[in-house]
Each structure stands twice: as structure tokens, then as C-alpha cells.
């Protein structure tokens, strides 16, 4: 992957906010793999002729994680969540989908979203963000504001598993004859949503996600229903700050069954990169700039983090 500077500077702003941390990812630094399945709907078929949603239950792989790039940030922080999903393909090849908690992105373009974590980036003096700044570019980019009252008053999850999560990019959807639908995946959680208070936050230990999901799949896979909420007329499909409307069309596309924690993966130098931009025939990218910023940002932290190639 040849990188530009936009992309030295991405991961930069990152390294900035939260330090470097050797071995660990620039963004999303703390998580969990798991091993799951990815089973097609019968009617994901009729949206796309991608290979992965042609009836066949296909293997995957999961990561959850916190947002932070900072390994040692406690799991009680608010912080928006994140959910990569791999899928293995019968031509041994892979696709990617990314997902967070929050229901829009910080930025449009990959300048506005430097200039959002040159805003936001804590106060050496204090620690915590200048409100002036952040509220100069809130003032600048209302577009943010969505994204930016999520975030900090996101609930603090009781489990990854009890999270919805919202692939922010939008994705052309190629049928069989051809025709072109573009959507957004969203996992939803088969067992519902749950947060922690205030008071059982304060009490949690600063791992406790992942205690939590080691135990809850040691009882019985995880569920999330994939769905892909489908473009109405004037919808923004370049746009990652723009939610759509609730009403709009929604597709059941598969069920994603996680079945155990993952240690077959990220061991010794296997290093894996979840990219939206490796899809198969049957789905398209859109113009999205913030999405095709990605692969040469990922590869910037990938080669920060180790001195290896990143693995599909």
C-alpha cells in the first residue's frame, strides 16, 4: 500500500492524542477477537450477487474494541465502541465491514477530521479538552454535532454484545442483473441493549468487557441480526455524517453468530486490518472521501505498530 501524507499526518493526530503505543493499533487500540459465522438471509441474494451473501454460512472473525487508541484506558470511559467483522470467501480471499456505536462520524473529508482531533486533543495543562476549540469547530462543522452529542452521552455498554453498531459508510449493493442499491449495515444485538449506570461504572473493573464477553460466550454464542438500511431519494451516499431516515427501507442481510473468543489470529507476526475497502464483486464503493482515507491510514499503523505486512 503506497501512502501519502494525508495519511502519516491521520495516524499522527491519532499518536497525538493518545500516544504511541508499540503493538497496538492507532485508534481502537484495546478489544477482542472472536471466531464466528456469517449466514445470508434468503432474501440477501435478491440485493447483491456478492459471494458471501449467496446462501452458504460463511467463517469470520469479530473484533470489538474501545475507540481509544490508549491499551490502558479502563472500559468504564465513555467512549463510542467499535465492531470489524471479517468474512472468509470461497475463493479464499476476504471482505470487510467496520461498525461503531454511534449513529454518525466526526467529519466528511480526511482535513476535517485532522482538524476535529487538533480540536479535541486534551490540554497538556489539564487533561481534558478545551471546549473553546472543540466548540470553534463544532461552530465551523455543524455537521459534527450529531456525531460529537453521541459520543459524549453514548451509555457505558454492559457488554459489546449489548451494543447496536452502525457501518457509517454506505455501500452500493450490486444485483444480479446489475442494478445498483446503495445501503448501510447495522448490527443489532439479538439479546437487546444494556448499560451500566453512573454507580456500577464507578465499580467496574478496568477490563471488564472482555471478562464479561469471555463469559457470556462460554454460556452461548452471541447473536446480532446484519441488517442494511437502503437509500431513499436525496439520501447522502458520500456522507458519513449524515444519518438517513429511520423509514427507510431495511433488508435482513444475514445473522452473525459469534461462537468463542479468537487466538487464532494476531499471534506472532499474523497482523490483522479490518478494511471497508476490500469488497467483492456484487458490492461497490462509494465516493466517500473518509472512506477511501482508511487503507493508507491503516497501513501507516500497521507499519508503526510492527515491522510486518498486515494480513487479509
Not at 438471509?41 to 449467496?54: I, K
Not at 467512549?79 to 471482505?95: N, Q, S
Request: hydrophobic share 40%; aromatic share 6%; with cysteine.
Amino acid at each position: 500500500m503506497v501512502t501519502d501524507d494525508i495519511s502519516e499526518r491521520l495516524v499522527d493526530g491519532l499518536n497525538a492524542t493518545y500516544g504511541r503505543h508499540p503493538g497496538h493499533r492507532a485508534a481502537h487500540a484495546k478489544g477482542m477477537l472472536c471466531a464466528a459465522t456469517f449466514t445470508p438471509t434468503p432474501d440477501a441474494a435478491s440485493l447483491s450477487r456478492a459471494p458471501h451473501l449467496a446462501g452458504d454460512t460463511r467463517r469470520a472473525h469479530v473484533r470489538f474494541s474501545n475507540g481509544s487508541g490508549d491499551p490502558t484506558a479502563p472500559d468504564a470511559a465513555r467512549d463510542g465502541r467499535g465492531m470489524a467483522v471479517k468474512i472468509y470467501l470461497p475463493d479464499g480471499t476476504t471482505t470487510d465491514i467496520v461498525a461503531l456505536s454511534l449513529p454518525a462520524f466526526f467529519a466528511r473529508t480526511p482535513e476535517d477530521l485532522l482538524a476535529f482531533n487538533e480540536a479535541r486533543r486534551p490540554d497538556p495543562s489539564t487533561g481534558q479538552p478545551d471546549l473553546a476549540k472543540v466548540g470553534a469547530y463544532l461552530a465551523e462543522h455543524p455537521e459534527a454535532v450529531p456525531a460529537v452529542t453521541a459520543a459524549v452521552t453514548h451509555p457505558i455498554p454492559a457488554s459489546y454484545a449489548a451494543l447496536t453498531y452502525h457501518a457509517l459508510h454506505a455501500f452500493g449493493f450490486v444485483a444480479a442483473g446489475g442494478s445498483v442499491r446503495y445501503g448501510r449495515y447495522h448490527f443489532l444485538p439479538a439479546a437487546g441493549e444494556a448499560a451500566l449506570s453512573d454507580d456500577e461504572a464507578a465499580g467496574a473493573a478496568p477490563d471488564y468487557l472482555v471478562a464479561e464477553l469471555t463469559e457470556r460466550l462460554a454460556r452461548a454464542p452471541v447473536v446480532f441480526d446484519v441488517d442494511v438500511q437502503l437509500a431513499g431519494d436525496g439520501d447522502p451516499v458520500d456522507d458519513p455524517t449524515a444519518p438517513w431516515p429511520d423509514a427507510r427501507e431495511v433488508v435482513r442481510l444475514a445473522r452473525l453468530e459469534i461462537v468463542a473468543p479468537a487466538h487464532d489470529r494476531e499471534v506472532g507476526g499474523d497482523v490483522l486490518v479490518f478494511d471497508p475497502t476490500r469488497v467483492p464483486d456484487g458490492i461497490t464503493l462509494s465516493a466517500d472521501p473518509i472512506l477511501h482515507a482508511r487503507p493508507g491510514a491503516y497501513s501507516v499503523s500497521v507499519a508503526r505498530r510492527t515491522a510486518v505486512e498486515s494480513s487479509r
